[in-house]
């Protein structure tokens, strides 16, 4: 059992380039999410879906942009890279029933953007 | 968006003390996660609480969920080298589907 699997773990991206970070979990959580986490901070909420054909806009999605064509796989794309984009994302998911809170989270992916 | 205050930002503690740190929220959550997460990882839950004053071990880890929902706490009995890294609390809004982060207690244990 995997559970949630981010890749890549690290990548470097000129200003302007276009990047996908994909995340996978086999747990068949209904829920998925893309945090990022800057120096110092928690963790900021990008987008999120509750199944699949179903996305929504977090905190701060400005720049980003996901689908969820399955109930295993949710991308999180990067069109045009900016340095303020630099941090490291973090996705999540949980099964959405009861009252259960967990989120698990994969490994996490630095991007850095020059 | 939802403000979290946690608290404290940093502690350095020798091996063997007791740790306490704390989480505020500007509104009612119905439910408070604790995580920690080590270098280069993604967070882990530790405890999670669901109803207000409930009190949750996980070993020497004990946590509240304050009674008027709006604050958590997190207490380390005992501290060892291995409780080294960063705890973040999280809550959730009744119905809403995302947690929100506070901004984390960096933890160093002086052997």
């Known amino acids: 059992n995997a559970g949630v699997t981010q890749t890549p773990k690290f990548r470097i991206l000129k200003i302007g380039q276009s990047m996908t970070l994909q995340c996978a979990q086999d747990?068949?959580?209904?829920?998925m999410y893309w945090y990022r986490q800057d120096p110092g901070m928690g963790l900021k909420l990008i987008y999120y879906?509750?199944?699949?054909?179903?996305?929504d806009k977090g905190e701060v999605p400005n720049g980003y942009n996901v689908s969820r064509s399955t109930t295993e796989d949710f991308p999180l794309r990067l069109e045009l890279a900016a340095p303020s984009q630099t941090s490291v994302y973090f996705c999540?998911?949980?099964?959405?029933?009861?009252?259960?809170?967990?989120?698990?989270f994969g490994e996490g992916s630095r991007l850095t953007v020059l | 968006g939802q403000q979290l205050n946690q608290s404290p930002q940093s502690m350095f503690i020798q091996e063997g003390e007791d740790v306490s740190m704390n989480c505020t929220s500007s509104s009612i959550f119905n439910t408070w996660l604790w995580y920690k997460q080590d270098p280069g990882e993604g967070p882990v839950l530790l405890i999670a609480l669901y109803k207000a004053g409930e009190l949750t071990s996980n070993g020497r880890l004990t946590a509240q969920f304050g009674i008027t929902r709006k604050d958590s706490f997190l207490n380390i009995s005992a501290s060892i080298p291995s409780d080294v890294g960063i705890y973040f609390c999280a809550g959730r809004e009744t119905g809403a589907n995302n947690l929100f982060f506070g901004t984390g207690t960096r933890l160093t244990v002086i052997p």
């Open positions: 879906s509750v199944g699949a054909g179903i996305t």
């Open positions: 747990m068949n959580h209904n829920y």
């Open positions: 999540a998911s949980r099964t959405g029933q009861g009252t259960t809170g967990e989120l698990f």
